[in-house]
C-alpha cells in the first residue's frame, strides 16, 4: 500500500504503518498534550498503541485462518480506521471463506475475555491497589467487544460480510453472491455516512467510504476474474512500445510518455533481456528526487516476476496484485521481452470484450484465441 512504512516483519508477514496513521497519534499526542501536559499525551498515545496492538492481533487471526489452505499474507496495514490484512487470494470454497473470515473476529472474542477477566468482569480485583489498571482493561475489554461485533455485521467486505458472502455462494454463483453481498454493503456505508455527517462524527465518515469503496473494488474483482476466464496473457499484452535502453535516462522515458500513449517502459539490455520496468509513478518519483538526468534504471522495478505469453489472465492479474505493480513482463522461453501486459490494456479488452457479449461476443473471444 502507497505511503506505508515497515515496521516489524512478525511469522513472515511484513507488519506497515500508514502514513495517516502516524499523524493520527501526533494529533492525539497534541490534543492531549494542550489538555493535561505531556503524561496526558503520553498516556493517550499509549493507549491508541494498546487499541492498535489488539487491532494487529485481530488481522493476525484472519492471516493464520488463510495460511491453513495455503494463503500467504504479504503484509498487514495498520491506519487510522483499523487494519488490512492484505491476503494473495480469498479463498473461494465457502467453507474456507468463513473459516478465514471469523479468524479476526475469533481473537477479538479471546482478548475481550482475557480483558474482562482482568478488569473484574468475571473475576473481581484482589485489592484497591489494580483499581487503576482495571479501569484500563475495562475500556480494552470494551474495545473489543466492540471490534467484535462490528465486524460481524453482515456488511461487505467487512468479517461479517464475507461469510455472508460465503452463504450466498452456497446457494448460487460466486459473481452473483459478490453483487447481493457488495450492494448490500455499500448501502450500509450510505447511511453509516449520512449518520457520521448528521452526528458530526468524521470516522464514521471515513470508515463508510472506506466501505463503500472497498466493496465497489472486490465486486469489479471478481467481475474482472469470471470475464477473463479461460483467456491467455498473449490476448492482452501489449506487443507495440517502445523500449528503452539500459542506460537511459529519466528524460528519455519523459519524452515518450509525452508523445505517445505508452505509459510503462521495459528497459532492456543489449541482449534482448528486460531488466527492469519503468512505470509512471516511478518516473515522477524519479524526477522528484533526481531530476531529468537520472538514471531510468534507478528508479525501475526491477523485483518484478515475468509472466509467460500462454499463461492464463487470472494468474497474471494475481501476481500483478501480490507485486502492487501496473504491469509486468511478458518473456518468452529465453528470456527476452515479447511485450508488457498492462492493466490498462486488460480492462480495454474487457471493455471490447463487454461492448461484444451480443452479436460479436462469440466471434471477439475466438479471435483473440488465434
Same mark, same amino acid.
Given at each position: ?63 493464520? *485462518? ?27 470454497? &465457502? ?19 482475557? +480483558? ?37 455485521? &453482515? ?13 450466498? *455462494? ?49 465486486? *469489479? ?29 529519466? #528524460? ?13 517502459? &521495459? ?6 533481456? $528486460? ?17 531529468? /538526468?537520472? /538514471? #531510468? ?8 516476476? &515475468? ?9 497474471? $492479474? ?22 508488457? +501486459? ?29
Amino acid at each position: 500500500m502507497q505511503w506505508s512504512f515497515p515496521v516489524a516483519r512478525i511469522s513472515g508477514i511484513q507488519v506497515r504503518i500508514h502514513l495517516t496513521f502516524i499523524l493520527f497519534l501526533g494529533w492525539i499526542g497534541f490534543r492531549d498534550g494542550m489538555e493535561g501536559g505531556w503524561m496526558s499525551a503520553l498516556s493517550g498515545v499509549t493507549f491508541i498503541l494498546l487499541i492498535f496492538t489488539c487491532i494487529l492481533l485481530h488481522e493476525f487471526g484472519h492471516a493464520m *485462518a488463510a495460511r491453513r489452505y495455503g494463503i500467504r499474507t504479504p503484509d498487514i496495514t495498520l491506519m487510522p480506521i483499523g487494519g488490512l490484512a492484505r491476503l494473495e487470494r480469498i479463498p473461494e470454497k &465457502p467453507g474456507q471463506e468463513i473459516v478465514v473470515a471469523i479468524g479476526g473476529p475469533l481473537v477479538s472474542a479471546l482478548l475481550a475475555l482475557v +480483558f474482562g477477566v482482568l478488569s473484574g468482569f468475571v473475576l473481581p480485583p484482589l485489592d484497591d491497589a489494580i483499581q487503576s489498571w482495571s479501569m484500563l482493561w475495562s475500556k480494552l475489554f470494551a474495545i473489543n467487544v466492540g471490534l467484535l461485533f462490528f465486524n460481524l455485521l &453482515p456488511v461487505f467486505p467487512m468479517d461479517g460480510g464475507r461469510v455472508f458472502r460465503a452463504l450466498l *455462494a452456497m446457494t448460487m454463483s460466486y459473481q452473483k453472491s459478490t453483487r447481493v453481498a457488495a450492494a448490500v454493503g455499500q448501502g450500509f456505508a450510505v447511511l453509516l455516512g449520512l449518520g457520521g455527517l448528521y452526528l458530526s462524527a468524521p470516522m464514521l465518515v471515513f470508515v463508510a467510504v472506506f466501505v463503500f469503496l472497498g466493496a465497489g473494488n472486490e465486486a *469489479a474483482q471478481v467481475d474482472l476474474k469470471e470475464a477473463s476466464r479461460g483467456l491467455r496473457v498473449r490476448d492482452a499484452m501489449l506487443t507495440l512500445f517502445t523500449r528503452l535502453p539500459t542506460d537511459a535516462t529519466l #528524460a528519455d522515458a519523459v519524452d515518450l510518455l509525452l508523445h505517445a500513449s505508452q505509459h510503462t517502459f &521495459p528497459l532492456v539490455d543489449e541482449g534482448g533481456h $528486460c531488466v527492469g520496468l519503468l512505470t509512471r509513478n516511478r518516473l515522477i518519483e524519479g524526477l522528484n528526487l533526481a531530476g531529468p /538526468m537520472g /538514471m #531510468a534504471l534507478e528508479y525501475a522495478r526491477t523485483d518484478l516476476p &515475468p509472466v509467460g505469453p500462454t499463461q492464463l489472465l487470472s494468474h497474471a $492479474c494475481r501476481v500483478m496484485q501480490e507485486h502492487q505493480s501496473p504491469a509486468l513482463p511478458v518473456l518468452d522461453e529465453d528470456g527476452r521481452l515479447l511485450g508488457v +501486459f498492462t492493466q490498462e490494456n486488460l480492462s480495454e479488452l474487457l471493455m471490447m470484450d463487454g461492448v461484444g457479449t451480443g452479436r460479436f461476443g462469440g466471434w471477439l473471444r475466438r479471435l483473440l484465441r488465434r
